[in-house]
């Protein structure tokens, strides 16, 4: 089956750094890859849709210069939050499609867990 | 008013028990429907999708989407402790619009 890895897995910053977080398809080309955040009891809600070699699409409400999305290859697309505030620390979580399965063929990551000190 | 609602539970249930997951949406757009699971830190596995109203059986898991109401169900029969998750709806507007929007979850847990 498709595999999404995530790294790291569980990161702690400072106040004010920058924290990258890297989404790879293991097994597939993936020419759309989505990023996701949940808080605590609350739904993933969809930050950005990034198209291999494009400029990602943010959703309402996320700040493209915090959130920095780079969709460089088929097989990695890596999500930088920028200048890190306590209150960016959740579970994101990325998945990525081939673009030629189904509407329902995203595969997940199993997420990164940030904590903002 | 969220656009998709779910009890978040937790729902607690014997072993063997049959449970019946639900969510409800308001977008009548909305055309496609998937059942998530996810284990606690974890990313959301894929468990069923539907299109359209309907059933849909796959071993011990039955999808049920009835548009008319905005409703939708997950069943699963001879629940085991293996199947303390969350579970996630999600659903989409249609092909080639790939933004799914889920549930908050239901937290099961099946107890021996």
């Known amino acids: 089956g498709a595999v999404v890895s995530q790294h790291p897995s569980w990161v702690i910053c400072k106040s004010g750094t920058s924290v990258k977080i890297e989404c790879r398809s293991l097994?597939?080309?993936?020419?759309?890859m989505f990023w996701y955040r949940q808080f605590p009891k609350q739904s993933l809600m969809l930050m950005a849709t990034?198209?291999?070699?494009?400029?990602?699409?943010?959703e309402q409400g996320v700040e493209k210069d915090k959130f920095l999305i780079n969709h460089a290859s088929l097989t990695l697309s890596t999500l930088t939050v920028t200048s890190a505030h306590p209150e960016d620390s959740s579970f994101y979580i990325c998945?990525?499609?081939?673009?030629?399965?189904?509407?329902?063929?995203?595969?997940f990551g199993p997420g990164t867990r940030l904590t903002v000190t | 008013q969220k656009e998709v609602e779910q009890d978040p539970g937790p729902l607690s249930v014997p072993e063997g028990a049959i449970v019946s997951l639900n969510c409800t949406y308001s977008?009548?757009?909305?055309?496609?429907f998937m059942w998530y699971r996810q284990y606690s830190r974890k990313g959301p596995e894929l468990l069923m999708y539907t299109y359209s109203s309907g059933n849909k059986e796959d071993g011990r898991f039955t999808a049920q989407v009835d548009k008319s109401s905005k409703y939708i169900s997950l069943f699963i029969r001879d629940s085991q402790p293996s199947d303390s998750a969350t579970y996630l709806c999600a659903m989409t507007r249609g092909t080639g619009f790939q933004k799914l929007v889920f549930g908050t979850g239901t937290r099961l847990l099946v107890s021996p």
């Open positions: 990034s198209n291999e070699g494009s400029k990602a699409t943010y």
């Open positions: 977008n009548s757009a909305f055309q496609y």
């Open positions: 097994d597939f080309q993936a020419t759309t």
């Open positions: 998945s990525a499609s081939s673009g030629q399965g189904a509407i329902y063929e995203q595969y």
